[in-house]
């Protein structure tokens, strides 16, 4: 099956940085968009920034200028770059990718576990 696995989250002080990955893997015909969606206590779940499969990119306002997303293609996985890291970037932050799996004829939407960032004043 496909699977996403998410890492490096962790606590930082404001102003720092982190560096998120996530890897599909399993039975994969392609990879379209991939991105990353956080969700604080009390609020929606919301997109955070994706890449589609030629590299284009989309950012929310709130981390323009400050958060970088990349991929890497031959490894399945997509990055979230996090600087001059505020205390309301504080949140779960979830992978989400957009996959044909092998014998699919249409895209599925996979997540990852979610992995929790913290970002202390």
């Known amino acids: 099956q496909v699977q996403l696995v998410e890492s490096g989250g962790g606590s930082v002080q404001a102003g720092g940085s982190l560096r998120l990955s996530c890897r599909a893997s399993g039975s994969i015909f392609s990879i379209n968009t991939m991105g990353w969606y956080r969700q604080a206590p009390g609020k929606e779940r919301e997109l955070v920034a994706d890449?589609?499969?030629?590299?284009?990119?989309n950012y929310a306002d709130s981390v323009k200028g400050r958060f970088t997303i990349s991929r890497d293609n031959a490894k399945k996985t997509v990055f979230l770059q996090m600087n001059t890291l505020k205390p309301e970037d504080t949140a779960v932050y979830y992978c989400?990718?957009?996959?044909?799996?092998?014998?699919?004829?249409?895209?599925?939407?996979?997540w990852g576990q979610g992995t929790q960032v913290t970002v202390s004043s």
């Open positions: 989400n990718a957009e996959i044909a799996a092998d014998g699919s004829r249409w895209w599925n939407h996979y």
């Open positions: 890449i589609s499969s030629g590299k284009r990119t």
